[in-house]
């Protein structure tokens, strides 16, 4: 696939196999690194550059941010490499600083994170911004480097992003293009006996080019929520309601119609068929239900808004 550098306004896009190498040249001298030890052997020249390395563990977005706050050096460029958390913890810290320093992304995987605005804030910071990286470093052999099991899942929320950003009220023609060709690459990649990773890796910065423009609704509302109320981990949560939230979308717009077997094959790939093989307990639905139908300003962008009824069908159909 072509590699190539995009220069959006005030951020830098650099696509291609081997674009890790080349890092550098757009990280300069003097930045500190966000990332994971699994990810860390990923690009062992991006770490040995760095004036400082922190390391993101498990756990929420808005928390893990906050900690690291007072522990992040304050350089010119505060870099992240990992997936999508590692991503918007490094997002977050800079919004807490007031959107300094400028964040870089390399991803490790679909999430597309590196590709918006779209992230909690430190938890208790006053003033926090929301920030989007301005160096962008995609190379597909980090990007699509996770087993075939999470590979899915990250490919059904970057799908997800790529069904519904053209269907949202702040959709406009050219993110809604690139989203749909979002969808036809990620059904390329499916298409033969081996998957195309690099196919996978550009439907993923399309499709997170289009959710950034276009915002997200009734989807990722609901696969968001099973993450903070239900415990499940974002990509399989992403791959268990796609399947369901696809057919409520498809009435409230133009859904490609190979999508929804796609969002079929890739929940099996994943072993996310049911939430309830995921670990999330029946009670948990109503509660879901209840956080989920409380943002009604994020439901209401794929109109109409789904109620709570329909929300709680979604995630029973789902359990």
């Known amino acids: 696939m072509r590699e190539f550098t995009w220069h959006d306004g005030d951020r830098t896009i650099r696509f291609g196999r081997g674009a890790v190498a080349g890092a550098r040249d757009l990280l300069g001298d003097d930045y500190?690194?966000?990332?994971?030890?699994?990810?860390?052997?990923?690009?062992?020249?991006?770490?040995?550059?760095?004036?400082?390395?922190?390391?993101?563990?498990?756990?929420?977005?808005?928390?893990?941010?906050?900690?690291?706050?007072?522990?992040?050096?304050?350089?010119?460029?505060?870099?992240?490499?990992?997936?999508?958390?590692?991503i918007d913890v490094a997002k977050a810290v800079a919004g807490?600083?007031?959107?300094?320093?400028?964040?870089?992304?390399?991803?490790?995987?679909?999430?597309?994170?590196?590709?918006?605005?779209?992230?909690?804030?430190?938890?208790?910071?006053?003033?926090?911004?929301?920030?989007?990286?301005?160096?962008?470093?995609?190379?597909?052999?980090?990007?699509?480097?996770?087993?075939?099991?999470?590979?899915?899942?990250?490919?059904?929320?970057?799908?997800g992003h790529a069904v519904e950003a053209p269907?949202?009220?702040?959709?406009?023609?050219?993110?809604?293009?690139?989203?749909?060709?979002?969808?036809?690459?990620?059904?390329?990649?499916?298409?033969?006996?081996?998957?195309?990773?690099?196919?996978?890796?550009?439907?993923a910065l399309l499709s997170g080019y289009a959710i950034d423009a276009n915002h997200y609704g009734l989807h990722h509302v609901l696969s968001q929520t099973l993450v903070r109320v239900g415990g499940v981990g974002h990509g399989p949560a992403n791959a268990a309601m796609l399947p369901h939230t696809i057919g409520a979308?498809?009435?409230?717009?133009?859904?490609?119609?190979?999508a929804r077997d796609l969002a079929r094959d890739l929940a099996r790939r994943a072993g996310a068929e049911r939430l309830r093989d995921l670990g999330v307990e029946r009670p948990a639905l109503e509660r879901a239900a209840d956080a989920a139908a409380a943002r009604e300003a994020d439901l209401a962008r794929t109109p109409p808004a789904a109620s709570r009824r329909e929300v709680l069908a979604l995630y029973e159909a789902a359990w």
């Open 167 to 203: 269907l949202t009220d702040q959709a406009s023609p050219v993110p809604s293009l690139a989203a749909e060709q979002a969808v036809a690459l990620t059904l390329g990649a499916y298409a033969g006996d081996v998957v195309d990773g690099d196919a996978l890796a550009l439907a």
């Open 96 to 159: 807490g600083r007031g959107g300094r320093p400028r964040v870089a992304a390399i991803p490790t995987t679909l999430s597309a994170a590196e590709m918006t605005r779209i992230h909690r804030l430190p938890a208790g910071v006053d003033g926090a911004v929301r920030v989007r990286p301005a160096i962008v470093v995609n190379d597909p052999a980090l990007c699509a480097s996770q087993p075939e099991d999470h590979l899915a899942a990250s490919a059904a929320n970057s799908l």
């Open 32 to 86: 500190a690194l966000l990332t994971t030890p699994r990810a860390e052997g990923d690009a062992p020249g991006v770490v040995a550059g760095a004036r400082s390395v922190h390391h993101v563990g498990p756990g929420l977005v808005d928390e893990l941010s906050a900690a690291l706050l007072g522990e992040v050096e304050d350089a010119p460029v505060l870099a992240a490499l990992g997936g999508g958390r590692v």
């Open 249 to 258: 979308l498809e009435g409230r717009g133009d859904v490609p119609p190979e």
